[in-house]
């Protein structure tokens, strides 16, 4: 039987993270956790699945380091955004993440990545600020 190692120290890890996860939920209050167990519990089932087939050889995935560097690109771009929210706020740190990304993924012509970027945070502006009457800035 070949058994894929890496699929199962995966799974392992999340397991471990999810159990984690439904401990942190415990200081909900009232059903604020249902939602975030219900979720929990559909990882667990996907990662089931995954154990499952790492034990039957199945899913065994290798690349190369030219095809990691896009997700690790995108997950860069994440913890910049992270970063430029707190020191910026939302609407500056969202807009710049927007056309950076847009940027990336070729969009064309550059007018549209304007307009995108601008009518998303106008639609955002309104639907929390002025309808809700949030503060997100």
């Keep these: 039987m070949k058994i894929n190692k890496q699929g199962l120290i995966i799974g392992v890890l ?7 996860c439904w401990m942190c939920t415990n200081s909900f209050v009232g059903d604020a956790s249902l939602f975030p167990r219900m979720i929990l ?8 699945i ?14 190369t380091a030219k095809e990691a560097a896009m997700p690790l690109l995108y997950f ?11 020191l910026l706020g ?7 993440m927007l056309v950076a990304y847009m940027l990336i993924l070729k969009v064309k012509p ?4 304007a307009a995108l ?6 639609f955002v502006y309104v639907l929390f600020v002025v309808w809700l009457k949030t503060s997100i800035i």
Excluded: D, E, H, R
Excluded at 110 to 113: G, R, T
């Design 14 to 20: 999340l397991y471990a993270f999810m159990v984690f």
């Design 41 to 48: 519990v559909l990882f667990a089932l996907l990662n089931t």
């Design 50 to 63: 995954m154990v499952i087939q790492s034990f039957q050889g199945k899913g065994k995935v290798s690349f």
């Design 76 to 86: 860069a771009g994440i913890v910049v955004y992270v970063l430029l929210f707190k």
């Design 90 to 96: 939302y609407f500056p740190a969202t807009a710049i």
């Design 110 to 113: 550059y007018w549209l990545i």
């Design 117 to 122: 970027t601008a009518g998303y945070l106008a």
